[in-house]
């Protein structure tokens, strides 16, 4: 039996259709993580709650101990993690308000606490991230997103930068380059940390703004990533509801 974990990101700081049954603020070798866990049911599924930067919005991208989040979603007895992020859109199919359930990423972050294998006792392994997202939850959440109404685009190279400051236009052109289709701050190391961690990982991006330079605007405005935010966080949800309850009826085979 899955035990699904919901890694909130901007805009899903808390989740107030969650009926909690217990908080419990934890600690792991790696520290503690960005906020308690809320255990409780969301739209009729079982499910723990972990807003990755803070019940507050407090973390920045680089500051958040994503080493600390995922040991202690392991720790709890989690097996799979639905992790939702913003993104910026730089592939044509990827205009603001589209939702995509990416299929590779590309880190382009530095500095961050990016492995378990970090000289604690452990023997190093070097796990394997040809596919870096699970696909059968992949699979799940593209169900998941028809089943709600609301189908989202299968596929996609998520660009992890390290923000906290948005891209430059040449740097959103290099990534576009490189074959990368989305652009966000907290793809990574979480999606690596996951693997290390054995849990299964896929992310549900909503894009909320053009990457700089693309889509014609002269900068990229807040407002607007605010906006699209608001505008679809509703629909994230739906999707994440959807997505549990698929993945924990009886004849899902996983
Ligand atoms: N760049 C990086 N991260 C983001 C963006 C962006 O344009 N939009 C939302 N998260």
Redesign the pocket.
């Known amino acids: 039996m899955k035990r699904f974990a919901i890694i909130g990101g ?1 805009g899903l700081d808390q989740l107030e259709a969650l009926s909690v049954s217990a908080r419990r603020q934890v600690m792991t070798p790696w520290g503690a993580p960005s906020a308690p866990l809320c255990e409780g049911t969301f739209a009729g599924s079982p499910v723990v709650f972990l807003p990755r930067h803070g019940e507050a919005h407090s973390l920045p991208p680089h500051r958040i101990n994503y080493r600390a989040n995922v040991a202690a979603l392991r720790d709890a007895g989690i097996t799979d993690i639905l992790a939702v992020t ?3 859109g730089i592939g044509p199919e990827a205009g603001p308000g589209v939702m995509v359930v990416p299929d590779q990423i590309i880190d382009y972050t530095y500095g961050r606490e990016h492995t378990f294998y970090d000289g604690m006792g452990a023997a190093v392994d070097h796990v394997d991230f040809t596919q870096p997202y699970s696909e059968d939850l992949r699979q799940l959440l593209l169900a998941g997103a028809a089943r709600a109404g609301h189908p989202a685009v299968s596929g996609g190279v998520y660009g992890a ?1 390290q ?1 906290p400051r ?2 430059s236009a040449a740097e959103i052109a290099r990534m576009a380059r490189d074959g990368c289709t989305l ?3 907290t793809g990574m190391p979480e999606a690596a940390l996951a693997r290390e961690a054995g849990l299964g990982y896929a992310t549900l991006s909503l894009v ?2 053009w ?2 330079g693309v889509g014609g605007g002269e900068t ?1 405005s807040l407002e607007e ?1 605010m906006g699209h935010l608001r505008e679809g966080m509703g629909r994230v949800l739906a999707v994440v509801g959807a997505t549990l309850a698929l993945g924990l009826s009886p004849q899902d085979p996983g």
């Open positions: 901007s913003a993104v910026g930068t923000g948005l891209e652009v966000g701050m909320v703004n990457a700089a990229v990533i």
